[in-house]
């Protein structure tokens, strides 16, 4: 099992207690709403592993205490017939990512205790807690063989001088970057000339052996891939002499515009490593291929594969590689959704998780290629993570009126028992809204799923204030989620309707309605916001007059959009991180295969069709026809959507004379994650929809 620690910083010392209580006021449970400091009280489930007879699941369980501005991760064990639980793990210290042992009698487990975020073991009631390894700059994150004789672990190697004091000796101070090609930045770091890397060892009785630098010291690129490092592409095989991971060993310019991973093999024993996506004739294997994951036998590796370089959104294939002959099925080729978080069972099928009409929903299929593709569960939810052990299928499942919480599956009948109550103490003292699903007829004649949400106590016969909901990606779903920072609930709770469509260009409803967006940012797209909100705006409930728009990336790019098109609909607006100009906006970022997809190519490519239209419809080019108050809000550390984009917007604004406000976190990035930063981010959100909305 392959374990991501990134969260976590390191650090020399250990680092100091921290307490959690977080438990409701009296005033909270009077007023028995919903609030940003009600939301903070919440835990987190993060993580979990189901022991091998499938009677008890550990789970990492996150909470913060809101007045030291940080939170905490312990581990907690769950015996599934009882619903005992117990924090194996207290919070002087992060405790995270537990595995059992072969036998079952203890976990292994990442710590920051003793300073850097180390390998710990300790028995399975919790007790007896030993540190493992010594590893000097802690690790970000590890894999334990399935045979626990080896050990892998990320850690982070310089690989080529970048900065100006490692290049001139005599001038240590200096603080300059030096780049002769791109990428120099990515999602919320510059490029240090550090990349991560996997290491391979003996794991002996007294710790951790030498290490094998699996990537080589010198490679410039990262394994598991930036920038969400997901330890998940990393898998020992079942009889550890081998393990598989993703990789783009790309540099410069060719690693900007390229999605090109593919799935390595390294063999322990001689030291080798095979790619096996390439030289493959009758199958394409040029865009993202991830997550191997091991057959029991271990004579094939299942992973997921787009086909279209460049494409980040393509459809996400279930392939099946015979590492003996190196034939390659493709098992999900008649089912028009993504496979994601694949787990095998036996050697006969596979589940997975597909997202369908805006829920996510677990899946099998035959290992031979064989039969269609079933769908196991159904109802309004989303399931987020699943393993099956002992006879049980536990995992992850959330709604837009429920944060994550462990559940056990029966995967003959698709029916599902929630098996955690993290968060019960909330939910039996909190009012949440109704949820509705409504289909709504787009101007092409096409339906259109969009979630409503309603104020809690909502009556008919009273007059809201509606929000139309924006959301970003732009290729995500608007499916059953919890978010803790787009929340759907905390919105109704302040007393908004909010209209959450599933406009073109999100998953879930096939490949064709996904691919629509890419080079028509401004187009059918946008005209399916406005159909849903024109179409909810018509209830006798909604406020026509009282109309408010928000949304992040790219949401933050319709919002700025609809600012220049929306002819008088809304009174108020709201970008986070939004795109504001196309041409800057093409410098500005890094990851450019993103807008070479989205936008069809470069503001100078003069004779591409499908790039000078997305480069004329730029919102920039708008401005002059803005006349609603607009917030616009940044994070001065995301270079996803620069901060510079956010600048010009607010910019443009106030010299037109419109009432604009601008809310810059400079610890943040492409999203708001600090307790504190939060609040303030809930307060100014909801500040300015009151002053404009009620």
Request: hydrophobic share 35%; glycine share 8%; with cysteine.
């Amino acid at each position: 099992m392959s374990l991501l620690l990134s969260g976590f910083v390191g650090c020399n010392t250990a680092p100091e207690s921290i307490q959690i209580d977080n438990a409701l006021t009296a005033e909270e449970i009077a007023a028995a709403r919903l609030t940003p400091e009600v939301m903070w009280k919440m835990g987190r489930i993060g993580s979990h592993a189901l022991s091998a007879d499938g009677k008890t699941v550990l789970y990492t369980l996150t909470r913060y205490n809101m007045a030291e501005n940080r939170g905490v991760t312990v581990i907690v064990s769950h015996d599934i017939a009882t619903g005992e639980e117990r924090e194996l793990t207290d919070t002087s210290s992060t405790s995270t990512s537990p595995v059992w042992s072969a036998d079952g009698a203890d976990i292994w487990f990442a710590s920051n205790r003793s300073g850097d975020m180390q390998l710990w073991k300790m028995h399975a009631d919790g007790s007896q807690p030993q540190q493992v390894s010594h590893i000097e700059g802690g690790i970000e994150g590890f894999g334990i063989s399935p045979d626990e004789m080896h050990i892998y672990y990320t850690q982070y190697v310089h690989a080529k001088n970048i900065n100006s004091a490692d290049v001139y000796e005599d001038a240590d101070k200096s603080k300059a970057r030096i780049y002769d090609d791109l990428m120099v930045r990515h999602w919320d770091y510059w490029d240090g000339g550090k990349y991560l890397h996997i290491f391979v060892a003996d794991l002996l009785a007294n710790g951790v052996g030498v290490a094998t630098d699996i990537i080589g010291k010198e490679s410039a690129w990262d394994a598991p891939l930036a920038p969400y490092f997901d330890h998940a592409e990393i898998a020992w095989s079942p009889d550890s002499k081998q393990l598989a991971y993703t990789c783009k060993p790309l540099t410069g310019k060719e690693y900007a515009v390229s999605t090109d991973s593919d799935i390595f093999v390294y063999d322990l024993e001689n030291g080798t490593t095979r790619n096996l996506c390439k030289d493959v004739a009758h199958l394409p294997f040029v865009g993202y291929d991830k997550y191997p994951v091991w057959s029991p036998k271990g004579d094939k590796i299942a992973f997921r594969s787009q086909e279209r370089p460049g494409n980040e959104a393509d459809k996400e294939r279930l392939m099946i590689c015979d590492l003996a002959s190196g034939e390659i099925k493709y098992l999900t080729k008649n089912f028009d959704y993504h496979a994601t978080n694949v787990v095998w069972d036996g050697e006969e099928q596979l589940y997975f998780i597909a997202p369908i009409e805006a829920t996510h929903q677990i899946c099998r299929v035959k290992a031979d290629g064989s039969g269609e593709v079933e769908v196991v569960t159904k109802g309004d939810h989303d399931i987020n993570s699943f393993e099956l052990c002992g006879g049980k299928c536990i995992g992850s499942l959330m709604t837009i009126s429920m944060a994550s919480e462990l559940f056990d599956f029966d995967l003959a009948t698709g029916s599902m028992t929630k098996i955690t109550a993290v968060n019960d103490f909330v939910y039996d003292n909190i009012k949440m809204g109704e949820v509705q699903k409504r289909w709504v007829r787009t101007t092409d004649g096409k339906r259109m799923l969009t979630w409503m949400i309603l104020p809690p106590d909502f009556d008919p016969n009273k007059k809201y204030p509606t929000l139309l909901y924006c959301q970003g990606g732009p290729q995500s779903v608007v499916s059953q989620f919890w978010s803790y920072r787009w929340n759907f609930q905390l919105m109704a709770a302040q007393g908004y309707v909010v209209v959450a469509p599933n406009r073109r260009g999100v998953p879930s409803f096939g490949q064709e309605w996904l691919d629509q967006i890419s080079g028509d940012y401004s187009g059918q797209n946008i005209r399916d916001y406005l159909s849903a909100i024109d179409d909810v705006a018509k209830e006798r409930w909604s406020d026509e007059e009282r109309l408010g728009c928000v949304g992040a990336s790219y949401g933050g790019y319709s919002t700025f959009y609809l600012a220049g098109h929306h002819q008088k609909r809304f009174k108020a607006f709201i970008a986070h991180c939004g795109i504001f100009n196309f041409e800057s906006m093409y410098g500005h970022t890094e990851e450019l295969f993103f807008v070479n997809n989205d936008y069809g190519g470069a503001y100078w490519e003069s004779n591409n069709k499908t790039a000078m239209r997305s480069y004329a419809n730029s919102p920039h080019k708008a401005v002059a026809k803005w006349d609603t108050p607009i917030l616009i809000i940044t994070g001065e550390k995301d270079y996803r959507i620069p901060y510079s984009q956010s600048l010009e917007a607010f910019t443009a604004a106030r010299m037109r004379g419109i009432p604009a406000r601008l809310v810059s976190f400079e610890n943040e990035a492409h999203q708001v994650f600090k307790p504190q930063n939060s609040l303030v981010w809930n307060r100014e959100f909801f500040g300015w929809l009151d002053k404009y909305l009620k």
